[in-house]
């Protein structure tokens, strides 16, 4: 059972480079959520997905988008990274939104835009 | 509007003495509690939540929690801290109202616990 994946694990990229991090859960969860952590900043959701075939923005949604390719996986992109997107990004997992149901966390992906 | 105060940015503790780490919350309608720990180059680990029922939540690695409807406060404790317990440490309320923004969990920023030996 690994819980929840991310890669890369890091990731450098120039101004205005795209990308995508790649999230996947095995535990059988509804709900997939990104996060993105900063230092005095805590935790901001950027996106959720309740449930398969659904997406909602969270605090922070700008300069992102999001994929539910299916009930394991939830993808983030970056269309046209930018400096102030330099962070430290946390996919995480539970079984609904809402509710009593705590989260589970990937190990991160700590990206630096130049 | 839901928010959550972890009012000390960092904790400093002796290896052996007890441990609190404070957390007051405010949401519409009676809460759901819980306790994060962030250990260094780390994803986030669930330690422990109060949803109903006793006040007092135990939870993993000798970690408990007392929740104060009153004070609306949900303090983690523990009575004799380890060296190994050092880390960052983040309190999270969701409303019961299980609708619309309600449904969110609501982070605070988290307090970094130090314990010396």
């Known amino acids: 059972n690994a819980g929840v994946t991310q890669t890369p694990k890091f990731q450098v990229l120039k101004t205005g480079q795209s990308m995508t991090l790649q999230c996947a859960q095995d535990?059988?969860?509804?709900?997939m959520y990104w996060y993105r952590q900063d230092p005095g900043m805590g935790l901001r959701l950027i996106y959720y997905s309740a449930s398969e075939g659904t997406t909602d923005k969270g605090e922070v949604p700008n300069g992102y988008n999001v994929s539910r390719l299916n009930k394991r996986e939830f993808s983030l992109r970056l269309e046209s990274a930018a400096p102030s997107q330099t962070s430290v990004y946390f996919c995480a997992s539970s079984e609904i939104t809402g509710g009593l149901y705590e989260q589970y966390f990937g190990p991160g992906t700590r990206l630096t835009v130049t | 509007a839901q928010s959550v105060a972890q009012p000390e940015d960092q904790v400093n503790v002796a290896e052996g003495n007890p441990l609190t780490v404070k957390c007051t919350y405010s949401v519409s309608g009676n809460p759901y509690l819980f306790w994060y720990v962030q250990y260094p180059n780390r994803g986030l680990q669930f330690l422990l939540k109060y949803i109903t029922g006793d006040n007092l939540v135990k939870g993993s690695y000798g970690f408990e929690a007392e929740f104060n409807k009153s004070q609306t406060s949900f303090h983690l404790k523990k009575p004799s801290a380890l060296v190994s317990d050092s880390a960052l440490y983040f309190c999270?309320?969701?409303?019961?109202?299980?609708?619309?923004?309600?449904?969110?969990?609501?982070w605070g920023l988290g307090t970094s616990l130090a314990v010396n030996p």
């Open positions: 535990m059988n969860h509804n709900s």
């Open positions: 999270a309320v969701r409303s019961t109202y299980n609708a619309g923004n309600n449904r969110k969990l609501i």
